[in-house]
């Protein structure tokens, strides 16, 4: 366990291993300045310094350590290398390299304004959500773009501000990128063998040792130019003096629009990098941060660093890794790391004056590496090994696509293409999810169980009504898919229930679809039934409150809303069966014809009507209770009976008898008591059989025991086979 003094100590050190990332980072921000590109490195340790500090006050992660990153460096290379190319920010002035970089300052402080207000309208959380393929894709392009900005200075050339330069480059001077290679295959080792030394700072040490040798060992060779004196002084809050000047709103008119919309980009992009760091940080030290904390504090981090110059800042991974290693949590180490920081710019800055470019090139490119997207890979391992599936090829056509977009139009189109793809993602896998399956009545038949007549009668009418089971939301995006549903109906069906038990949201484009849908199938002769619908159910009061179907019975309801499934497909039965004819609860079958019954001659039938006992039911009455003796068997001759089972006001259906079966026989054969209730859903006849009544029948007349044993487990086959 360490100290407090040896846990401040290691944020320390932790600083020492990254400086190598900051020093590269500011390079590749201000690039596109050229031979003023040494001023990024003085921008890069603003951020950490005031900036850094900021978040090391308030931020609410384990390690509250931020820093500029490789994707935020590079869209502000993006803003820096548009002003360049407007002849008012003169480089070789120092007024207008001053409006320049006050400009680029600006940018940085409105990110930290947005993401404060990301906070305060709780948009933190929504940066989790952006789809996996094109958050891999924007990183593929990032990286693929760091790759690009450092081939020229690997080959001892002049740094690019623009892709095309490549093709009007002077001769490449291969030592150059020996030197670079032997650098970032350093850190690459280190890494691998020794993952807890410093890859990063023994890389470079390798790299300027080789680059000393190379110069040494042949005089006037061009291994490319080395950083350059750094400006010096205090980290001060005052960036944005020079946008004091009278040419301010001019500048502002004919640049504001980019400078908006990069730190637009920059604080999406920002908030996003930091909550999924903050979020691995969280499952490493066993802690739990606040989105809507942390967000703030990056926000007055952000504003902090553009007033003093620095660059964007996000939690910075690379350190939060190496102090969570290290056992270093808490603001003492990040803290340490500020002041670390101070220490190296105010005294290394002569040192660091004379680093190789192309040395803090190599570790650019591991960083590059280090950025591209693993999952991509993946993807592509599984394609190369033979798997097709739609779902990948639609992965890597959405990663290919943004990393196009972000190489050649920049991170502001890609992040609008980004965003058109994740609602069209979205769209689609909501379209794709809608319908969690679809069956036949045959397939699945309502809790009823009918009598022989209505049983075959149903038995091939089922085929003509349909369940539709949806799931997740219905709304505009999804309308199309439950359209093509209802419109491949077959051309005799009867009925189509649409079960919305597992529908979370409806929003009005959903309801006005139902309620179009409804009056289409009306004018084909098909029956539209809601599942899981009521008036005092959340989807009932959502399909009113859009004006769609309006209340046709007392309190509230409709005729054509049921609780649940399986009250919906009875009602379509009952609807084939008036058809045909035949009213399942109204009718009356003889005791004759019942299944008990079957096949008994008139004197056998006289034997068994003699020793049953029959009673009239009103509505709601019940005919056994759960827990009741399991003494007798029942045969309904009108009406119908309902076994509801649970406890208190939680009440479910598990059958239904029509008139002409029977009923309680497996608890009158095994002796066991009543597991439900038996209601009477209307007036109902009903004749009872007690076991010990059947038991005198089988030792009288064993023909006729026979006979009514076998009735009884015909009826238990024919409920086990199903349909009814």
Known sequence: MLTPISRNFSGAVVALETVAIVLTLGLLAFAPLGAYAPLGIAAAFSAVIAGGLVYALLGSVASPSAGPTSATALILAGLVAQLVRD??????????????????????????????????????????????????????????????????????????????????????????????????????????????????????????????????????????????????????????????????????????????????????????????????????????????????????????????????????????????????????????????????????????????????????????????????????????????????????????????????????????????????????????????????ALERPSRRIYGPLQASLLQVARQRVVLIELEGALFFGSAERLTTEATALAPDCRCLVLDLSLVSMIDASGAMLLQQLSSQLEHRGVSLLLAGVSADNIRGKRLRIFGCFPANLPGGGRADWWPDADRAIEAAEQMLLTEAGVDATQTVVPLADTSLMRRLGAQQLERVKERMEVRHLGTGEALFRQGDPGDRLYVLTQGSISIIGGNGSVRQRFVSFSPGVMMGEMSMLDGAGRSADAIADCEAVVWSLTREAYEALVLDDPLLGERLTRNIAIHLAERLRGPR
């Open 87 to 440: 002849a008012r920010f003169d480089l070789h002035s120092a007024h207008g390299l001053a409006m320049l970089l006050a400009m680029v300052a600006s940018s940085v402080m409105l990110m930290g304004l947005f993401q404060i207000l990301m906070s305060l309208a709780g948009l933190g959380r929504l940066a989790r959500f952006v789809p996996q393929p094109v958050l891999a894709g924007f990183m593929n392009g990032v990286a693929l773009l760091i790759l690009f900005s450092q081939i020229p200075i690997l080959l001892g050339l002049p740094a690019l501000t623009r892709l095309t330069d490549l093709t009007s480059l002077p001769q490449a001077q291969p030592l150059a990128l020996l030197v670079g290679l032997a650098t970032a295959g350093t850190v690459w080792l280190v890494h691998w063998k020794w993952s807890r030394a410093s890859s990063s700072l023994l890389g470079m040490t390798v790299g300027c040792i080789l680059f000393v040798v190379l110069l040494a060992a042949f005089p006037g060779l061009h291994l490319g130019d080395v950083v350059g004196p750094l400006p010096q002084g205090l980290v001060r809050p005052d960036a944005l003096q020079p946008l004091a000047d009278s040419d301010t709103w001019t500048l502002l008119r004919d640049h504001g629009k980019a400078v908006i919309l990069t730190a637009a980009v920059l604080a999406v992009i920002g908030s996003l990098e930091s909550l999924l760091v903050a979020l691995a940080t969280d499952q490493y030290a066993h802690f739990q941060h606040d989105p809507g904390r942390e967000l703030r504090a990056l926000g007055a981090a952000n504003m902090v660093s553009g007033l003093c110059g620095g660059l964007p800042l996000v939690i910075s991974n690379a350190r939060c890794v190496l102090l969570l290693r290290k056992d270093a949590c808490g603001r003492g180490p990040a803290l340490a790391s500020v002041i670390a920081f101070v220490v190296i710019y105010a005294v290394g800055g002569p040192w660091l004056a004379m680093l190789p470019k192309v040395v803090l090139a190599g570790i650019m490119v591991t960083i590059a590496v280090a950025l591209s997207d693993r999952w991509t890979r993946q993807l592509m391992r599984q394609w190369l090994s033979g798997e097709r599936s739609p779902d990948l090829r639609h992965s890597l056509v959405v990663v290919a696509l943004v990393c196009l977009v972000t190489v050649l139009f920049g991170f502001v189109a890609a992040v609008g293409m980004g965003s058109l793809l994740a609602m069209l993602i979205f769209i689609s896998a909501m379209n794709r999810s809608l319908i969690r399956g679809r069956f036949s």
